[in-house]
């Protein structure tokens, strides 16, 4: 299979932590398995056949009614859009299947690299995300 973008470069647009104070600190250290990490994708069109793709992760616990603690990044890929690719249904696969993918390694291990900073170095995930397949089951 042919790539039909080129990925021009990639950064952390945006990071944010909260931990209210030393007994939250300790509390998520203690209830690490109840928080889950969240993904979100979003797409900006940009001149010139390229577009920037937004990967925000988020590590909380959804069923704290008052947040103790969580951990959001937002990661930026821009990339440049083959010719070939304007029908709208390859612009959807590109950036929500396969520029995922392929930066998916880069934005977990800084994200992670980050909340290991903060003092959380236990902090892992059970099982890896594929795209593809979200993908697919979502276009049922």
Not at 14 to 35: A, C, G, Q, R, V
Not at 105 to 124: A, L, N, R, T
Request: hydrophobic share 35%; glycine share 2%.
């Amino acid at each position: 299979m042919t790539k039909n973008y080129k990925i021009l470069t990639s950064y952390v647009k945006h990071i944010s932590s909260k931990i209210n104070d030393t007994e939250s600190f300790i509390y998520l250290k203690d209830n690490i398995p109840k928080y889950s990490l969240g993904i979100d994708i979003n797409s900006i069109p940009l001149k010139n056949n390229m577009a920037e793709v937004d990967i925000k992760l988020n590590f909380s616990n959804k069923s704290e009614k008052d947040q103790k603690a969580y951990f959001e990044m937002t990661h930026s890929t821009v990339v440049r859009v083959d010719e070939s690719a304007v029908n709208k249904d390859d612009l959807k696969k590109i950036f929500l299947s396969e520029v995922p993918t392929e930066m998916y390694p880069v934005i977990e291990k800084k994200f992670f690299e980050i909340v290991k900073s903060i003092g959380y170095p236990d902090i892992q995930l059970e099982k890896r995300i594929n795209f593809k397949d979200l993908f697919e089951k979502n276009q049922k």
